[in-house]
């Protein structure tokens, strides 16, 4: 004996109920993952969103805290997947996805260890390339430049 959806409607709790009047299941209303305008007809109740009028945001109309309620509500009935995309991850989904040991095995470092490898390249960079900066900032370089050339003719 198998229900009919008006009647498995019908025994969800109130809250739930509520809700989905308000906010019609996911298969009958397609709601955008992220933000987005006031007078969009995708717009997600669980997200804030700008009125572009103003160009003020509006906070979400449902709170994080009773979301996560509905969330909770919904998954007790297996319907979790007919709520529009929420911003937080719950129970499996954000511990799967979860770097454990961030900051044991990949520390954050000083500013200037993060920095170093990419100074001492720019220092060996600008050392080969000595000459041609000095020639910029000073041109009676050039003359100093072909002297040394010229000692080292003659030294060979």
């Given at each position: 004996?198998?229900?009919?959806?008006?009647?498995?409607?019908?025994?969800?709790?109130?809250?739930?109920?509520?809700?989905?009047?308000?906010?019609?299941?996911?298969?009958?209303?397609?709601y955008s993952n992220k933000s987005t305008i006031t007078t969009d007809p995708k717009l997600n109740p669980f997200l804030?969103?700008?009125?572009?009028?103003?160009?003020?945001?509006?906070?979400?109309?449902?709170?994080?805290?009773?979301?996560?309620?509905?969330?909770?509500?919904?998954?007790?009935?297996?319907?979790?997947?007919?709520?529009?995309?929420?911003?937080?991850?719950?129970?499996?989904?954000?511990?799967?996805?979860?770097?454990?040991?961030?900051?044991?095995?990949?520390?954050?470092?000083?500013?200037?260890?993060?920095?170093?490898?990419?100074?001492?390249?720019?220092?060996?960079?600008?050392?080969?390339?000595?000459?041609?900066?000095?020639?910029?900032?000073?041109?009676?370089?050039?003359?100093?430049?072909?002297?040394?050339?010229?000692?080292k003719k003659n030294w060979f």
């Amino acid at each position: 004996m198998s229900l009919t959806s008006k009647e498995a409607f019908a025994k969800l709790p109130q809250k739930l109920h509520n809700f989905f009047i308000k906010f019609p299941p996911r298969p009958f209303v397609e709601y955008s993952n992220k933000s987005t305008i006031t007078t969009d007809p995708k717009l997600n109740p669980f997200l804030p969103n700008k009125n572009p009028e103003s160009g003020r945001w509006h906070g979400a109309k449902i709170s994080l805290r009773r979301s996560s309620d509905l969330y909770k509500m919904a998954r007790k009935f297996g319907i979790q997947d007919l709520l529009p995309p929420l911003p937080k991850k719950f129970y499996e989904e954000k511990y799967n996805n979860k770097n454990w040991m961030r900051g044991v095995l990949q520390q954050k470092k000083h500013k200037w260890e993060r920095e170093l490898p990419q100074k001492l390249e720019a220092r060996k960079e600008a050392l080969a390339n000595m000459d041609e900066i000095i020639v910029k900032a000073r041109p009676s370089y050039k003359k100093q430049i072909e002297k040394r050339e010229a000692r080292k003719k003659n030294w060979f």
